[in-house]
Each structure stands twice: as C-alpha cells, then as structure tokens.
C-alpha cells in the first residue's frame, strides 16, 4: 500500500495522516471544531477493485432528527477537470434519505441529475460512524479518486447550524488509486 501525504500546507498543519491496513486508502483526521454531534473527528477512504467507500467518524452522533446532521460527501474521479464530479449527500439521523448526484463543484445550484446505479450509505450511532458505499461501476470505474467532506447540523434550540469541513473548506484528500 502507498503512503499518501496531504498535499496543502494548511490540510497537513490541521490534519494527522493515517494509512488503513486494507485496500489502497487514505485515512485523515480532523480537530475538533464544533459543539455538535456532527463534529467531523476523522476520515477514510478506501479504494477497492469493486467500491470507494468513505468512513466518517463523529462525535456524539445522535439518531433524532432534532439534531438536523447532515453532510456531503465530494467526490473528484477526473484529475484533468478540477474540481468534483460527484455528490453524495445525506441526513445523519434516524428516518433520512441519501443521494449520489453529478456535480460541477461545491455548491447547491451546481448539484445536478441523480446518478443510476449501486450506492448506499450506513449509520452507525454506536460506533459514531457513517459509512458511504459506491461501487467504482456507478462512477465510471475510475483509476483514482479524492473526497472533500462538508459536515453540518443545527442546535436543540434551533438558534444556529454549523458546518464542518475536512480541513479547509472545499479542500481534498490526496488521490487514491485502486487497489
């Protein structure tokens, strides 16, 4: 397995590198920034001969909706055109729903047609964890990829949502080839 280094100044001041033991991945972590469940603490990218799989880990990951947990998982699969190709975003609570969507970059308005095929997403409130599962089929088989991760969730008294970012906001991973 390659070590992957952080490619930012400021990503590799404000993040710790750590390597999974399986498939070609990338795991980094993130300080903690926010008074909320949704506090992003790390993230893993694994790129296997089948799927990516993107793992969040949390702090205080709570299943009600109150929470109002969100996040958005970018996802860059062509080194020649900057910027993500995918979405994938999701609730983080109990009762939500989850989508993989073509994108032109971070924003709302650039979010544009579902995308058909095989992905789903995983809540682990237990483990704080929040698992992104999509096959490489469904993204074109790609020969690497590099993930930004937006976090957000709304206090109990609903007086103010924060967001989180891996690093920098709009920031990526390194790229990680399949395995």
Not at 7 to 33: C, E, F, H, Y
Not at 80 to 99: I, K
């Amino acid at each position: 397995m390659r070590s992957m280094l952080l490619g930012t100044a400021a990503l590799s001041a404000a993040l710790t590198l750590t390597v999974p033991a399986s498939a070609d991945g990338i795991g980094v972590s993130d300080p903690r920034d926010l008074d909320h469940g949704v506090d992003l603490r790390s993230v893993v990218v694994d790129h296997g001969a089948d799927n990516v799989v993107v793992t969040t880990t949390h702090r205080n990951l709570r299943p009600s909706f109150r929470s109002g947990s969100s996040g958005a998982f970018f996802l860059d699969t062509d080194p020649s055109d900057t910027g993500p190709e995918y979405v994938f975003v999701g609730g983080f609570f109990d009762g939500t729903d989850y989508q993989l969507l073509h994108t032109e970059g971070f924003g709302q308005g650039k979010w544009g047609k579902p995308v058909k095929g095989s992905y789903r997403m995983r809540l682990n409130y237990e483990k704080e964890h929040v698992r992104v599962r999509i096959s490489r089929e469904t993204l074109g088989s790609p020969a690497e990829v590099r993930v930004a991760v937006r976090v957000a969730g709304t206090y109990r008294d609903g007086s103010d949502t924060d967001v989180d970012w891996l690093g920098e906001p709009r920031s990526f991973t390194e790229w990680v080839a399949s395995s």
